[in-house]
């Protein structure tokens, strides 16, 4: 198959906009999500003329977007600016002037974050870190140190849980720096 020659749609939204990330929902195939660097939120819908269902100008450098596996109505924008009080922000789609929640504190800003669909969190930060959330519960489940910057995150989203017989499962995730791939596995207790 040849790629089209011609955008089947356009939004322009300022020709300055540095957009940062972006992300699409699986709930609602028409709604993308992107951040700029400027500190700009933007939802915008495919299937209206108007584009831009929502924008909201929460931080001062945004990083990364990703919306919510489990919920259509919620997504989390990270912000990668050491002075930035919560490097992330839990918004619901219907309400974007306040964030749901602020979080990870103390990070010094998040790079980059991926959103599993079991709804754990994996975020790299600019202190060296990596960081993952039971979005369920909200508790940290891993934080290890990285020996650089790692600007990118990934779980791995065809593979299924590894599951051991001390009750625990292990799900995967790589991170990017400099020339390296870094490949991390993360235990979980079962739910039983």
Aim: aromatic content about 10%.
């Amino acid at each position: 198959m040849s790629a089209p020659s011609v955008p089947t749609y356009q939004h322009i939204s300022s020709p300055s906009l540095t957009i940062s990330s972006l992300s699409w929902s699986k709930f609602l195939p028409n709604l993308i999500v992107y951040t700029s660097s400027g500190g700009t939120t933007s939802i915008v819908d495919l299937s209206s003329k108007a584009s831009t269902v929502s924008r909201c100008e929460c931080m001062r450098r945004c990083s990364s977007v990703e919306f919510s596996p489990v919920n259509e109505n919620v997504l989390l924008v990270a912000c990668d600016d050491a002075f930035e009080s919560s490097s992330l922000m839990e918004f619901d789609l219907r309400k974007m002037e306040e964030p749901l929640m602020k979080f990870c504190e103390h990070s010094e800003g998040v790079i980059a974050m991926s959103w599993s669909r079991w709804n754990d969190l994996v975020v790299t930060t600019n202190n060296h870190k990596v960081i993952v959330w039971d979005m369920y519960e909200r508790l940290v489940i891993s934080e290890k140190n990285s020996q650089s910057r790692l600007f990118d995150v990934q779980w791995n989203k065809t593979s299924e849980d590894t599951f051991f017989s001390e009750g625990t499962s292990a799900r995967s995730f790589v991170a990017a720096s400099d020339g390296q791939l870094h490949l991390y596995e993360v235990d979980f207790p079962l739910i039983t």
